[in-house]
């Protein structure tokens, strides 16, 4: 019999049968669950990539969250409010799966507002034209796409089932995003011109949300080998390139990357490289918003916390009045 495929299912509740279970569980492809035992290491990644997410999609919704106030319809108003309202959910979601392994939401949002724990450094950019919100929402979204579809098989329960539907929504926003552009490509010269202006702006950044390349990514093996990544991040910045480069001629604008060329040999397209310093430099404090994003949400936080104490006061008062035993 091979010992290395045995179903250990019948774990008597050691370490190594533990173990066991938990690699036998990976190697099915089945789902790691909540109750379910896991190593140490996996549960830290976990809740170390799942916060990020969730912290990303919270800071994200302050980019294009600048325009509600000035978008040019009541149409383009109303996208805008439910697209941003998504991401809220969308952080929300997020938090809950981080709160299954254990993790305080209130410690995570500490966290982040400390600069203790990263979020995504594609929202540390500025949206000065409302073209930055079509572009954000075709290329952001659809980086998002590219990353997160994966994730919808993650190894974790919690975590791709959230995925599923994040997903769902993305697409409606890389939709809408698209569609806003091709409304202003058909404009004037002067919307025209400010397509191109953000798509030069954002196509770089855009590249990096996929992290940094494979021979300098430390977490990336691990999180393969336990199924919670499926691809790596070259192979998915690849995926999104190919997936791009024909909507932009579709849409008719040029990518700022003159090694962008189709490879006849790979069947996939060449392109150059991102600036890996500005990465860091983005992902250490020091991008172009990085201060001002933190602001806002250190402010928000404090300002929603008399929504806490209500919650939390009337949460304490129903339970005080709830039959003994009764389930809620
Ligand atoms: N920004 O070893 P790796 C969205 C960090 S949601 C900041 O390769 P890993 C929706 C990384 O955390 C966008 N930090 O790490 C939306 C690690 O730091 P640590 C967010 C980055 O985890 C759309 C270190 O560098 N999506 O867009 C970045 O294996 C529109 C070494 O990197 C997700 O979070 C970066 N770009 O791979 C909302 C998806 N890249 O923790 C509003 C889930 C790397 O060791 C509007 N996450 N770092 O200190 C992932 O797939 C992965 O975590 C990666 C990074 C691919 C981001």
Redesign the pocket.
């Given at each position: 019999m091979d010992t290395a495929h045995a179903d250990p299912t019948a774990a008597d509740g050691t370490t190594e049968d533990l173990q066991a279970h938990f690699e036998h569980t990976i190697r099915r492809d089945q789902r790691i669950e909540p109750r379910d035992w896991m190593p140490d290491g996996y549960r830290k990644t976990l809740i170390?990539?799942i916060a990020?997410?969730a912290h990303?999609?919270i800071i994200?919704?302050q980019p294009?969250g600048e325009w509600i106030t000035r978008a040019p319809s009541l149409r383009r108003k109303a996208i805008l409010f439910a697209k941003v309202q998504d991401?809220a959910g969308?952080g929300l979601y997020l938090y809950s799966a981080a709160e299954t392994l254990g993790a305080d939401r209130a410690d995570l949002t500490n966290r982040l507002i400390e600069g203790r724990q990263?979020?995504?450094?594609?929202?540390n950019y500025p949206t000065p034209t409302f073209a930055d919100v079509g572009v954000?929402g075709w290329f952001?979204?659809g980086?998002?796409i590219c990353?997160?579809v994966p994730?919808c098989r993650s190894s974790y329960g919690p975590y791709a089932r959230a995925m599923v539907r994040i997903c769902k929504e993305?697409s409606f926003?890389q939709r809408q995003g698209y569609e806003l552009l091709m409304t202003m490509m058909r404009g004037t010269d002067a919307q025209r011109a400010m397509v191109q202006d953000a798509v030069d702006r954002w196509w770089w950044p855009s590249l990096?949300?996929?992290?940094?390349p494979d021979d300098n990514?430390?977490?990336?093996a691990a999180?393969m080998a336990w199924k919670i990544?499926r691809h790596s991040?070259d192979e998915l910045r690849q995926r999104f390139v190919d997936m791009t480069v024909p909507q932009a001629q579709k849409l008719g604008v040029t990518l700022p990357d003159p090694e962008l060329r189709w490879n006849e040999e790979r069947g996939r397209h060449d392109f150059g490289t991102p600036d890996w310093s500005e990465?860091q430099r983005v992902?250490s404090g020091n991008g172009p918003c990085n201060t001002q994003r933190l602001e806002r949400r250190a402010a928000a936080h404090e300002e929603g916390a008399w929504v806490r104490q209500a919650a939390a006061a009337h949460a304490a008062k129903r339970a005080a009045h709830e039959p003994k035993g009764a389930v809620a």
């Amino acid at each position: 019999m091979d010992t290395a495929h045995a179903d250990p299912t019948a774990a008597d509740g050691t370490t190594e049968d533990l173990q066991a279970h938990f690699e036998h569980t990976i190697r099915r492809d089945q789902r790691i669950e909540p109750r379910d035992w896991m190593p140490d290491g996996y549960r830290k990644t976990l809740i170390r990539q799942i916060a990020q997410h969730a912290h990303s999609e919270i800071i994200g919704m302050q980019p294009e969250g600048e325009w509600i106030t000035r978008a040019p319809s009541l149409r383009r108003k109303a996208i805008l409010f439910a697209k941003v309202q998504d991401e809220a959910g969308h952080g929300l979601y997020l938090y809950s799966a981080a709160e299954t392994l254990g993790a305080d939401r209130a410690d995570l949002t500490n966290r982040l507002i400390e600069g203790r724990q990263k979020y995504s450094s594609i929202f540390n950019y500025p949206t000065p034209t409302f073209a930055d919100v079509g572009v954000i929402g075709w290329f952001v979204d659809g980086a998002a796409i590219c990353n997160q579809v994966p994730l919808c098989r993650s190894s974790y329960g919690p975590y791709a089932r959230a995925m599923v539907r994040i997903c769902k929504e993305e697409s409606f926003h890389q939709r809408q995003g698209y569609e806003l552009l091709m409304t202003m490509m058909r404009g004037t010269d002067a919307q025209r011109a400010m397509v191109q202006d953000a798509v030069d702006r954002w196509w770089w950044p855009s590249l990096m949300m996929f992290g940094p390349p494979d021979d300098n990514s430390p977490n990336s093996a691990a999180s393969m080998a336990w199924k919670i990544k499926r691809h790596s991040n070259d192979e998915l910045r690849q995926r999104f390139v190919d997936m791009t480069v024909p909507q932009a001629q579709k849409l008719g604008v040029t990518l700022p990357d003159p090694e962008l060329r189709w490879n006849e040999e790979r069947g996939r397209h060449d392109f150059g490289t991102p600036d890996w310093s500005e990465l860091q430099r983005v992902i250490s404090g020091n991008g172009p918003c990085n201060t001002q994003r933190l602001e806002r949400r250190a402010a928000a936080h404090e300002e929603g916390a008399w929504v806490r104490q209500a919650a939390a006061a009337h949460a304490a008062k129903r339970a005080a009045h709830e039959p003994k035993g009764a389930v809620a």
